[in-house]
């Protein structure tokens, strides 16, 4: 069954009120999300390698009363379900996941330098993408938190769709930060935080960022000023890299939604890994293990305290 | 007249040790450098990292967490779950190149000299790495 047929035969048996999927965008290579709500409209439905906006997001903002819905879902948008469920954002019965293979997400930055590049002259094929019939390696095309996915098929689903993506070889830019000397790092990281305008499009479209009230916005006690200067700038995405411990799903949504291009999923990327080598866990991979701020052991690292 | 640079400590001590430990340091007269503020905190665990990610944005150019030893939290568990979020924050402000800033500890009521000890080499650390890179802009837009 294909996600289309899938997603026609739910609406057709009326057991989903809505599917959330991506239709085709006004721009090249840009999808959208939409919330289809009858079968005729299926056909727009596409899931391509330039789906990477996380739906679990769109979710929060329907209305409580909406009813049963289903969600394509890649991998880290099944984690971010999973993390959403258990902090009792979502309800599990309300849901109905269309697990989809996720074949790597494609930056569409990085095809800017091909002027006038249309849809139609791009091609993917195993571990390839092919432009104007050139073919170049994926993995150079796409996402940073991509490069370093460890779940592309998700690990909660209701029905799995699709065949599995070929696979591409794992990169981790955070090694090559943490072999810098610490001095290089805080020039990388001041230099790109200095840039950041504080839109906040990075945390609106993060799954987990979904508190009525953000400290970033808060006014009593005031954290923060609104002028995006470094330290204003370094305290935001810090403190919003310590609200995600334990919670960021790696999706890269971050990344994706900043338009000044900083590679602001870094951070969060290395929240999580540090959450995931010392305490030993991975947000959304399990729905029993207790988050990692809520318990703790008594051989928890302590070789840091004087 | 400008007076040569020296460095700023914030320090939240909680209530029920640290504190105290100050408190004793003082009684018993012991020298330490006077660069530490102190802000006395119920618990090291009601420490939330954006108290910490504020004051080095209001110029200070160190840190110093100080909580009770494990195991003789008052409150039992603040310090261990207070301990999970500052190695959390203590690794991130490392990957971002800033080691050395933000220091935890764990001084008990009786334990004024080493109150004293802990001070002095948080004080000598950031002696070493200078004024913060955060505290340069301080001219605007400083909160009250």
New interface residues.
């Given amino acids: 069954m294909t996600l289309r047929e899938g997603a026609r035969k739910l609406l057709e048996e009326k057991s989903v009120q809505g599917v959330l999927g991506y239709k085709r965008g006004s721009l090249p290579f840009r999808t959208r999300p939409y919330l289809f709500r009858n079968p005729q409209e299926v056909e727009e439905l596409v899931f391509t390698p330039f789906c990477g906006t996380n739906l679990a997001r769109y979710l929060l903002r329907l209305p409580g009363d909406f009813g049963k819905v289903a969600v394509v879902a890649k991998g880290c948008d099944s984690r971010a379900l999973t993390v959403l469920v258990r902090e009792h954002q979502l309800k599990r019965e309300n849901l109905y996941i269309l697990g989809v293979h996720c074949p790597g997400m494609v930056d569409w930055r990085k095809l800017a330098q091909w002027k006038d590049l249309k849809e139609s002259e791009v091609a993917f094929e195993e571990g390839t993408i092919l432009i104007r019939g050139v073919p170049h390696p994926l993995s150079s095309f796409l996402e940073a938190s991509c490069k370093r996915c460890r779940y592309r098929s998700p690990l909660e689903y209701d029905i799995l769709l699709g065949a599995e993506a070929s696979p591409f070889p794992f990169e981790d830019h955070l090694a090559a930060?943490?072999r810098l000397p610490?001095?290089?790092?805080?020039?990388?990281?001041?230099q790109e935080l200095s840039r950041c305008i504080r839109c906040y499009a990075c945390r609106n479209a993060c799954p987990m960022c979904y508190c009525k009230e953000c400290?970033a916005e808060s006014h009593k006690p005031?954290?923060?000023?609104p002028?995006p200067?470094?330290?204003?700038n370094?305290?935001f995405h810090?403190?919003r890299?310590?609200h995600l411990?334990g919670r960021c799903v790696e999706c890269g949504a971050c990344e994706r939604a900043c338009p000044l291009g900083i590679p602001i999923a870094t951070?969060f990327l290395?929240?999580a890994e540090?959450?995931r080598e010392?305490?030993a866990f991975e947000a959304g991979a399990s729905v029993e293990a207790p988050a990692?701020?809520v318990t703790?052991?008594?051989d928890?690292?302590?070789a840091?305290?004087? | 007249m400008s007076s040569p640079w020296e460095p700023k400590i914030v320090a939240f001590l909680c209530h029920w040790c640290s504190y105290a430990g100050a408190d004793l340091a003082g009684v018993s007269r012991i020298q330490y450098p006077p660069n530490i503020r102190v802000i006395r905190v119920p618990c090291s665990g009601s420490v939330d990292?954006?108290y910490i990610?504020?004051a080095?944005?209001e110029g200070a150019d160190g840190v110093l967490v100080s909580g009770c030893h494990?195991?003789d939290c008052h409150y039992l568990?603040g310090n261990?779950?207070a301990?999970?979020?500052?190695?959390?924050?203590?690794?991130?402000?490392?990957?971002?190149?800033?080691?050395g800033r933000v220091?935890?500890?764990?001084v008990s009521a009786s334990e004024g000299q080493r109150f004293a000890e802990?001070v002095t080499?948080?004080v000598a650390a950031v002696e070493k790495l200078g004024p913060s890179?955060?505290?340069g802009?301080r001219k605007?837009?400083d909160?009250?």
């Fill in positions: 930060l943490w610490k001095e290089k790092r805080w020039e990388f990281f001041a400290f005031l954290f923060i000023h002028s200067t470094l330290r204003d370094f305290v810090l403190g890299a310590m411990a951070l290395a929240v540090i959450v010392h305490f990692p701020f703790y052991r008594e928890d690292p302590n840091f305290i004087l | 990292p954006l990610l504020k080095l944005r494990p195991g568990s261990y779950f301990r999970r979020k500052f190695f959390v924050l203590y690794e991130l402000l490392r990957f971002l190149g800033l080691e220091h935890f500890s764990w802990v080499s948080v890179p955060l505290a802009e605007y837009h909160l009250a």
